[in-house]
């Protein structure tokens, strides 16, 4: 029952930084071992560290205590950083990058040695007494500024390197067919990123284990190819866009479109190790796909390509692993948090293994998105969930419409998703509007759509957040006066551009967000090196486009007051860029705070600092707006803001 009424941005909630810091752990890396499953943990207080646990019967044990973090840097944002071979597993420790082994009853032991190399998409290949993975060997002297090298590696469990594969600039998806005679795997060439076009190749695995010469199956400059799979009869399947749609196919005499959809069974390569689908038998997938943003469990019989949906109770399926009479997925709902389930397929049955919130918040503080859909320039659709302020214990003046905060989100080629997130839940239940955008480049509806934002990065996205904040106040859902825009790393650069070139926003927050496409460049690791050459233009063309849409060019049509987060340890994007506009807001005398945080790379992990940085965006909003928040004191110093 409401028992109080107060302006909306001011609403007491349950909901403290602190909840949100502490609550989520993160969730991700599923594998299947008999009836086992395992999967990675988040440890927010423990500075972020990974751990690996594994779930037997009813038990789930730790293999890696502190300070054991299964973490790897390849491409920086890894993935694929463990295998499983039966009671054994293989893992890839942080701090030092070297492979580990842990036996059933032992502790975890390195058998690789110290050195420059890391290795992610870890295979187990236990006949030959050895991993198949990625390698990615960087320079001695880092002074050097080299881009590392790329290859397909074969990892004796002796600690022996043996290059497998290379010639291209990247590699991914090792794939051991069931009898362990052939290799499949997947390599794309610079300027490309991986959802622009790959290859995936196929090799005999000859006596002394090297591969025979490899024979192209699928892929090309301008078709996208990933997760390659073997079904247990030995044929090989993967996923390509060629239809305009990420869809499954099978490799034989010719390829075969085993299920053609307007749908997604994919969703941008970002990481190592994803898994949309995997085998029943031979005749039966079981796979999730993406329709509109939303995901959709499906069993799919091969024969006659009958897809039959499973019932489930998640919106967002990240991921799945597929057991004997079962399959383990990591999912979840407008009201569920991210969370490893296990759904037993004979009955459809589902059980909860592990949440990333053990205890939910009450349902009364939970505001429940809406998929909405409204026109953008140029005659485009613009997808976006929108989270309406809710607080069961608070209304608003009846006459009041609520500030509204527009989340452009990062990648730019990644998509936003419907799955419970405190962090989101923190400003909704405080009377805070959220729209969630999912503008033209993201993933999750279609090759085109993808393809909205080729040359048109700092156009398109931010065209698409601006087109919903007026479209939300055309509604009467929002203030138009106190309209906001937050996002991180190119959602920052959203932020950044829809601030210095349009009117509607009034407020903005860049988490490590991009300000000088030049810098970015000049800074970038390998994976992105080429990046802005889709979603800008290719050299020479791209500098004069590189001034025109780089906010720290247009600093002087940035007056909106702005409040900046950067983690001192970024290698994505550094710290320079977020320094170079506070420097420059400052002399301008625009309201600017600045949060530097150490130990910090793209992304925040630390509970302190993620409690920090909430704080002092909900303080630094409040006192923008010129809203009553007498019980909370400034958490940050914060230069050029008015006399209170």
Not at 4 to 16: D, E, H, K, M, V
Not at 616 to 644: C, K, Q, S, T
């Amino acid at each position: 029952m409401t028992t109080l009424t107060a302006p909306f941005g001011t609403w007491p909630s349950p909901l403290g930084a602190a909840l949100v810091a502490a609550g989520a752990t993160p969730l991700a890396s599923l594998a299947v071992a008999g009836t086992d499953i395992l999967w990675l943990a988040g440890r927010a207080s423990e500075a972020g560290r990974n751990t690996l646990l594994r779930l037997t019967g009813e038990r789930v044990a730790e293999l890696t205590p502190a300070p054991l973090n299964v973490r790897t840097r390849v491409h920086e944002y890894g993935g694929g950083a463990y295998a499983v071979d039966g009671a054994t597993v293989f893992f890839s420790h942080f701090a030092d990058n070297r492979l580990y082994r842990k036996e059933e009853g032992a502790a975890p032991v390195p058998f690789t040695a110290p050195g420059r190399q890391r290795f992610a998409d870890l295979v187990a290949d236990g006949a030959r007494s050895r991993l198949l993975a990625v390698r990615e060997l960087h320079s001695a002297d880092p002074a050097l500024h080299t881009q590392p090298e790329n290859t397909l590696c074969a990892v004796g469990f002796d600690g022996t390197e043996t290059v497998l594969a290379h010639g291209h600039d990247f590699y991914s998806s090792p794939r051991l067919s069931p009898d362990g005679r052939r290799l499949a795997w997947l390599t794309w060439d610079h300027p490309r990123m991986p959802w622009q076009g790959t290859e995936l190749w196929l090799a005999d695995i000859q006596a002394d284990g090297s591969l025979s010469t490899p024979v192209l199956v699928a892929g090309s400059a301008d078709e996208s190819v990933c997760q390659p799979e073997w079904a247990p009869d030995g044929r090989l399947y993967f996923v390509s866009d060629r239809s305009g749609w990420w869809n499954l196919y099978r490799h034989g005499a010719a390829i075969e479109a085993i299920c053609p959809l307007a749908a997604e069974f994919a969703t941008g390569h970002w990481t190592f190790g994803n898994s949309m689908y995997g085998f029943v038998s031979a005749d039966e997938i079981v796979c999730t796909y993406i329709d509109k943003g939303v995901s959709r469990l499906a069993r799919l019989t091969i024969a006659g390509a009958k897809l039959e949906a499973i019932a489930s109770p998640y919106d967002e399926i990240r991921e799945l692993k597929v057991g004997d009479g079962f399959v383990a997925l990591l999912g979840g709902s407008p009201t569920i948090a991210a969370e490893i389930a296990r759904i037993d397929l004979s009955n459809g049955e589902v059980e909860v293994l592990a949440r990333s919130i053990d205890t939910l918040p009450d349902i009364g503080y939970l505001s429940v998105p809406e998929s909405v859909s409204y026109p953008s320039a140029n005659g485009r659709t613009a997808y976006a969930f929108f989270y309406p302020p809710f607080n069961r214990d608070v209304s608003a003046p009846a006459d009041e419409k609520p500030p509204v905060i527009v989340i452009g989100h990062g990648g730019p080629t990644s998509m936003a998703a419907s799955t419970l997130k405190l962090a989101t839940q923190f400003w909704t239940s405080r009377g805070f509007g959220v729209l969630d955008v999912n503008y033209g480049g993201s993933t999750g509806f279609g090759r085109a759509y993808r393809d909205a934002l080729k040359g048109q990065w700092g156009v398109v996205d931010v065209e698409d957040c601006v087109a919903g904040a007026r479209w939300l106040v055309a509604q009467g859902r929002a203030d138009g006066n106190r309209m906001i825009i937050r996002g991180g790393s190119a959602g920052g650069f959203t932020v950044l551009s829809a601030l210095a070139f349009h009117d509607v926003f009034k407020l903005g927050a860049s988490y490590y967000g991009v300000s000088d496409l030049q810098g970015l460049d000049d800074d970038s690791h390998k994976f992105e090196s080429h990046y802005t050459e889709y979603l800008i233009a290719p050299q020479p063309q791209a500098q004069a486009l590189y001034r025109e849409r780089s906010p720290s060019h247009h600093v002087d049509k940035l007056n909106a007051p702005m409040i900046f987060f950067q983690g001192l340890d970024d290698k994505v994007v550094p710290p320079q860029q977020s320094e170079a506009m506070v420097a420059a807001l400052q002399k301008r005398g625009v309201p600017v705070a600045y949060v530097p945080l150490e130990g910090e790379g793209h992304g925040f992990r630390q509970a302190a600092n993620i409690v920090r940085t909430l704080e002092a965006e909900l303080y630094f909003y409040r006192r923008m707006f010129g809203l009553a928040d007498a019980n909370v004191a400034a958490p940050v110093h914060i230069d050029n803001l008015p006399a209170e």
